[in-house]
């Protein structure tokens, strides 16, 4: 083993020397070598995980991004019970139009976005919103079987999952017993195509809440001009 090897600054060591835009770019360049973090689900066609999408330090400052706000974090009962939060263009799912953004999308999501131009899968994704949810498995919060509205949002849907780890049922039929359950970690990256995005429901039941909290930011496309 070659002794400049062993005396090269570790990873984190550079990060921290070469500041934070930097340490984005170093992350990443050095995940792209590994093809091991990417894979299409067997059982889910057009569900891909991209492991480990984002470092450690990353996914620190998306959670603090997630809890600073704005918008602050408000209590829902849409698609289950949770909390959540917005950014972006907004939904109005009861007028089936897409209304200006309240609050932006903040930078360090655009810059998440660049970085998923990089896969394959997302090559011409240009999320115009994204919205957050904060689960706590002792509140008995969960995600509400769905399939993302497909009108208002294009046909690629995109989640980050950060601090806990959860399964996710995905049923092709509604009350289906059983269903295909994916596990997601921390810092993976979940994307949705095609029959994944819209033949199956997709939710998380309380006990599949693996840690005490979870957040998730999903991006979407919205293919409707704002009025
Ligand atoms: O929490 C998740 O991983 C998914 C959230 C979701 O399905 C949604 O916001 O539509
Ligand atoms: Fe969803």
Redesign the pocket.
């Known amino acids: 083993m070659a002794a400049g090897w062993l005396h090269a600054p570790s990873a984190r060591a550079r990060f921290r020397l070469a500041g934070p835009e930097a340490a984005f770019k170093a992350f990443w360049q050095q995940q792209r070598s590994l093809t091991r973090c990417a894979s299409a689900h067997p059982d889910l066609p057009g569900e891909f995980l991209f492991k480990e999408f984002v470092s450690c330090e990353e996914a620190q400052a998306l959670v603090a991004l997630a809890d600073a706000g704005p918008p602050p974090w408000k209590p829902s009962t849409f698609?289950g019970r949770h909390r959540g939060k917005a950014w972006g263009v907004q939904m109005d799912l009861g007028r089936r139009i897409v209304v200006a953004e309240a609050v932006p999308l903040p930078a360090l999501l655009q810059t998440l976005a660049e970085r998923m131009r990089t896969l394959p899968p997302l090559r011409s994704f240009y999320p115009n919103e994204a919205?957050a949810?904060d689960y706590r498995k002792s509140l008995g919060h969960h995600?509400a079987p769905?399939v993302?509205d497909r009108k208002l949002s294009t046909g690629v849907i995109v989640?980050l999952?950060l601090l806990g780890t959860c399964l996710?049922t995905f049923q092709r039929d509604k009350g289906e017993r059983h269903g295909v359950d994916v596990l997601?970690p921390p810092r993976a990256l979940q994307v949705l195509t095609r029959d994944a995005r819209y033949a199956y429901t997709?939710a998380?039941q309380p006990h599949n809440l693996l840690s005490e909290r979870r957040i998730?930011i999903?991006f979407r496309q919205s293919p409707l001009r704002s009025v």
């Open positions: 698609n919205n949810i995600l769905h993302d989640t999952s996710m997601l997709h998380i998730s999903t």
